[in-house]
């Protein structure tokens, strides 16, 4: 049976590989919902967070206070996530350390080359805002705009998909009938950054508060420009580098503006400004993000905590 590969399963595998296995063995590392396994008698206990704070299989035991106390440290993969969970639990400050996600290589796209087509690509889950980008492509005139949509349940494994994904079937199959549309499924995260660079847009207008946004981290690493909301933690994953578009409840409305920044984008992406905000984006991401770095902070912390 396959299983879930979504961006939690993705950094704890780039940990593996660039963390030193004897110095993860001194630390139990639990994932997101805390003590889905025991926690350790000997061992550090961190818990790192990826999940948002409402999150019903762990908003119930972060309020109860009288937990706090379980693990040694907390992990956050965010400021933002941090500042939600002191803000609404009381989480103790001095257990807490934010170490962000990051990435290994990805190829970068020409940023100069004019094509024909406007690729743009969307890869979130369905829920995560697929609806209002369909509703946006049918207001695109521009019949050169061309959108791929990887978007599935797959990648939380095979039993999430047969729990969840028959509420997403009408979604897809509006994406199969749009004509400006393509509806790919599924790919692993491999595929995904092999093929980012034949893409010049990613479209992800969010209507789900991230913690983080692999994603998004993947495609400004790749040269795309970027579309979004200012939802959750997007705006600190990204920082000044892609369009944010304001969040609101009315989608119908949210498309429209989502239609019109993805129109505006394919007029200027070959602009020099443009070509040079790309340039920086790269690099921003690059020096911030890679685990060589990301990997030099859990070593420290570990030693750290582990009086190596």
Known sequence: MKAPRG???????????????????????????PEKISLHPTKK???WQKNSYDQPNLEP???????????????????WNFEKFRMMFDLPGEKCIVIKNGLDSIKVRDLKTKKDKIRLIFQPTPWRGLNVLLAAMQLIKNKNIILDVYSSTDVYGEQFKKDNDDGFKALYEQAKQLPNVNYIGYKPNEYIKEN????????????????????????????LHCITTNYGALFETGAEYPAYIPYQKNYTALAHLFASSIEQCADYLYTESSIQHLQQQVNYVHLNYNWNKIGSKWSSFIKEITNE
Request: aromatic share 18%.
């Open 7 to 33: 961006g939690t399963e993705l950094q704890f595998e780039y940990l593996k590989k660039y963390v030193d296995s004897k110095l993860l063995d001194k630390v139990q590392i639990t994932t997101s919902i």
């Open 45 to 47: 206990n961190i818990l």
């Open 61 to 79: 035991w972060f309020k109860d206070k009288s937990n706090h106390n379980k693990y040694d440290w907390y992990v956050f993969n965010s400021h």
């Open 196 to 223: 980012l660079h034949k893409y010049d847009i990613f479209a992800y207008p969010s209507i789900w508060e991230e913690t983080f946004c692999i994603s998004l981290l993947e495609c400004m690493r790749a040269g």
